[in-house]
């Protein structure tokens, strides 16, 4: 499935080439202030044309302001997350764990009114008609706050997206959730690194998180979308974590989140 020949995949999807620019995008999702992650994908990342950011780009990292410029100044297409949200004083903080909340609190006394601005322009949905796909942070139920972590709720949220395929971020662990509809069937597939997947509809699609993996995998999350033959590829880079950590014990982080980041937990 993930490996068709490159001929007969464009064959397969041409209509697409009528309807859409042809580009290479690289998918980021989550970056939670983690400078160090972005400039490393950003740096050695295969060629791509754009970005799509699936939000979350501040919270729990040393970071925001400098994450944020360097988005923009890329004019990455950019959603809310809900982190983003809570730092505009738009959702509660006690709906944040004690550590999360302590990040938080701090990005608040940090942001710039420029970055403020920026984060307040994003939206957490966004549907890319010419791409026949569907843009959210968390679920396309909930775009800014449900977790996408199982079957149950994978099922539950093909009926709130209209396009073929919908990537989210918001769990920060790289997964396939694909549907057949005829049968109501879902099977759920772990992208592979560095091998095409092809995308075919209907389609939940997490890439996983730049500077927060939660996979177990410590190393920075992200993918390269060929939008002329519908591959994905999965990659993973390693990143200086400790400068990461160090800047974040200067800043009197929790350690508890100090200490994830070398464990991608």
């Known amino acids: ?24 995008v690289l998918l980021l999702s989550d970056i939670h202030a983690n400078i160090v992650a972005l400039e490393t994908i950003l740096a050695c990342a295969p060629a791509y044309d754009t970005i799509w950011c699936l939000g979350d780009v501040v919270g729990y990292g040393p970071a925001p302001n400098e994450c944020i410029e360097r988005l923009r100044g890329l004019n990455a297409v ?15 903080l006690d709906q944040f764990r004690g550590t999360a909340r302590t990040a938080l609190e701090w990005t608040m006394r940090t942001l710039s009114a420029s970055s403020r601005a920026w984060l307040a322009s994003l939206s957490p949905k966004q549907i890319l008609s010419e791409f026949d ?12 706050w449900e977790y996408v972590e199982n079957e149950e709720v994978a099922l539950a949220n093909f009926p709130f997206f209209s396009t073929s395929f919908c990537f989210f971020g918001h769990t920060h662990r790289p997964i396939t959730y ?5 049968e109501r069937m879902l099977r759920v597939e772990y992208l592979p ?11 939940l699609l997490n890439p996983g998180s ?10 920075a999350a992200f993918a390269i979308l060929d939008t002329s033959t519908l591959l994905l590829t999965h990659h993973r880079l390693e990143y200086d974590v400790a400068t990461v950590q160090r800047a974040m014990v200067n800043l009197s982080f929790p350690p508890r989140l100090i200490s994830r980041l070398a464990h991608g937990a």
């Open 193 to 203: 690194e560095k091998k095409p997947y092809l995308l075919q509809p209907k389609l």
């Open 133 to 144: 796909l569907t843009l959210v942070h968390a679920s396309p139920r909930d775009p800014i």
């Open 1 to 24: 499935m993930a490996n068709l020949d490159a001929g007969a995949t464009r064959a397969r999807f041409s209509f697409y080439a009528t309807i859409a620019p042809i580009m290479r």
């Open 178 to 182: 694909r549907l057949r509809e005829a």
């Open 210 to 219: 730049a500077g927060q993996p939660r996979d177990g995998d410590p190393r």
């Open 78 to 92: 950019t959603l809310m997350g809900n982190h983003d949200r809570a730092v505009l004083g738009d959702l509660p």
